[in-house]
């Protein structure tokens, strides 16, 4: 069984930074890709970042030149450092683990197995 576990989240003013951290269990962490989705209300989950067991990072348009996602294979931890926030990057922040078989390209919720229970992040303007 896949455990994740997000941290980090919290209230920050717009420009401000955040460092999300997703700790996993029960895989051979190295082997897997990761990735980190948002979901705002009203609005369905979307794509954010990604990262391959080799280190290869794949950003969603709106995000890329702010945040950073990075891995600790020795820790089974991805990060996704924030930087940059703007009140629309509101929204609670999942991190997934790809399945295997699934494409780099066009990432999207379907592309994920295993899920986070989340953690909330909202940048006042």
């Known amino acids: 069984q896949v455990q994740l576990v997000e941290s980090g989240g919290g209230l920050v003013q717009a420009g401000g930074s955040l460092r999300l951290s997703c700790a996993a269990s029960?895989?051979?962490?190295?082997?897997?890709?990761m990735g980190w989705f948002r979901q705002a209300p009203g609005k369905e989950r979307e794509f954010v970042a990604a990262i391959s067991w080799g280190g290869s990072t794949f950003y969603a348009e709106s995000v890329k030149g702010r945040f950073t996602i990075s891995r600790d294979n020795a820790k089974n931890t991805v990060y996704l450092q924030m930087n940059s926030l703007k009140p629309e990057d509101t929204a609670v922040y999942y991190c997934a683990t790809k399945r295997p078989t699934s494409t780099w390209y066009n990432l999207q919720v379907t592309s994920f197995d295993y899920w986070g229970q989340g953690t909330q992040v909202t940048v006042s303007s």
């Open positions: 029960g895989r051979t962490f190295s082997n897997v890709g």
